[in-house]
């Protein structure tokens, strides 16, 4: 699958393509309870994980309120150590940066750290426009990257491959992209592990630019830390002699302390571990040691307005962990490309309209992308409220779709849809404050029940199609309790 995520049909027609595929459940299904299970007996290992996961909150939500002075001492701290900060409002300009500062370097191709940052900017196909190649390094990235696909999990973007597409993957496409996969390449984990990894090496050993994201940013030091399980990071990250790092805003905290926590709950809530096999950790630049040269790219794209909402600015909380996912029954049987952005599954229903406005049809539709079920909530580790965020941001839809800055408050525009349900509502509004008419109304609902259809008529139909229309009882409740004088009289 191929091509952008703007432009998408919205979330219902995606996931119902999504879900006649019965490979793609299938996959979904067998790797979200792997995943699933081995989380909850790790975090069960863990006495204070309650007490990790408050702490975790709290420092995120004392960060972000003081976000503009803890930005300001990390680009003080990277400065000194030998590092150059640049600041890009969006996308565009963030992409402008990297290839400006690739360019430069005078190389035409880099290697990758699995970056979220970057595929939400669409930082590969900007490098390609420039006639700069960008080589995915982690597993399932460089899978997807083969495939000419796009991510569908934060964690493991190539959930919905089994092996045996995998290995026709790199058989097919190996060889346009480097040295080609193994004679007689079989679809067992080692052989297309082994696969990668000498496709990968001679990348590695070439490459003079490599590009990251970060998982943290420590302001206090300038510190960037990358957590990671195959070593491809830590190859990236040390071998090239100019390193960029494109990292959003909401990535930082302010202390070595406060990075312990998350040291503890990432892991577990993502891989399933202890702790990390590759934790990567760099401070500027060192003489012999590293690459010589380091520019950090602070991406905002959206989250300073995201920062704005009282209500939606808990998403920027999220260390993209990916639990949420793994217990969503919505993404477990839709799959990731159904959302269409880089963030799936409940975190994107709530992340991605955020920072992209809920103007665009898959945008409008993605915080109905839920049952409201609340099992993403009771596995965050850092207490993320997404059901409270997606009823929030789906009366942001109904009631305008976009917010505006009006002084020092974020207020909604006037709204263009939904016409009928906020006529709807208005009526009941009506009806509520008029008794009398109210009381005709129930009567005569009554008397007409035999006649009342069992589905609604379009557009309510998408609502009465899955759900019973309720029964209109055979009497008012008024009438009810005047006859039987509020049910003293034992009267049925």
Not at 154 to 175: K, S, T, Y
């Amino acid at each position: 699958m191929s091509g952008t995520y703007l432009g998408m049909p919205a979330f219902p027609k995606a996931a119902h393509e999504a879900v006649n595929n019965p490979t793609l459940r299938g996959n979904l299904r067998h790797a979200t309870h792997t995943i699933r299970a081995k989380r909850a007996k790790a975090v069960a290992e863990v006495s204070d994980w309650a007490a990790l996961r408050e702490a975790g909150k709290r420092i995120k939500d004392h960060t972000l309120r003081h976000l503009d002075r803890y930005l300001v001492r990390l680009e003080e701290s990277v400065t000194a150590a030998g590092g150059t900060v640049h600041w890009a409002a969006d996308a565009e300009e963030a992409n402008r940066i990297v290839a400006d500062l690739v360019k430069a370097t005078g190389e035409t191709e880099v290697v990758k750290v699995k970056s979220m940052a970057t595929q939400e900017i669409g930082l590969n196909e900007a490098l390609e426009a420039e006639g700069i190649r960008a080589y995915e390094t982690d597993l399932a990235e460089l899978i997807v990257q083969l495939g000419h696909d796009r991510p569908s999990h934060i964690l493991v973007p190539a959930i919905h491959r089994n092996r045996g597409e995998i290995r026709d993957i790199f058989r097919r496409e190996m060889g346009a992209w480097g040295r080609p996969a193994p004679e007689g390449l079989t679809d067992t984990p080692a052989e297309l592990a082994e696969a990668a990894r000498l496709h990968l090496r001679e990348k590695f050993l070439r490459a003079k630019v490599g590009i990251s994201g970060a998982n943290f940013m420590v302001a206090e030091t300038g510190t960037l830390v990358v957590v990671e399980s195959e070593g491809n990071g830590r190859m990236c990250l040390t071998l090239p002699e100019t390193l960029i790092s494109v990292v959003g805003i909401e990535k930082i905290v302010p202390s070595w302390q406060d990075l312990e926590v998350f040291l503890q709950t990432l892991p577990r809530s993502s891989t399933a571990e202890r702790m990390n096999p590759y934790t990567s950790m760099w401070t500027g630049t060192t003489d012999g040691d590293g690459p010589s040269t380091f520019h950090l790219v602070l991406l905002d794209n959206g989250r300073t307005d995201t920062l704005a909402d009282e209500v939606g600015r808990q998403a920027l909380r999220c260390i993209r962990c990916s639990a949420c996912l793994n217990v969503c029954p919505v993404y477990e049987r839709a799959g990731g490309h159904a959302y269409g952005s880089v963030y799936p599954g409940p975190i994107g229903a709530i992340l991605s309209p955020q920072l992209r406005g809920t103007q665009s049809e898959i945008d409008a539709s993605l915080p109905y992308a839920s049952s409201l079920c609340g099992a993403c909530y009771e596995v965050c580790p850092v207490a993320i409220d997404i059901p409270e965020v997606l009823v929030h941001l789906r009366e942001r839809v109904v009631e305008g779709g976009e917010t505006v800055r009006n002084g020092n408050k974020v207020v909604l525009k006037p709204a263009k849809g939904h016409a009928a349900e906020r006529a709807a509502m208005r009526a009941a509004r009506w009806a509520f404050s008029h008794p009398a008419a109210l009381r005709t109304g129930q009567r005569l609902a009554s008397r007409t029940r035999r006649v009342h259809p069992r589905t609604l008529p379009r557009p309510g139909r998408a609502w009465s199609g899955t759900r019973d229309l309720p029964a209109v009882p055979a009497e008012p409740f008024r009438d009810w309790w005047q006859r039987t004088d509020g049910g003293r009289s034992g009267a049925k």
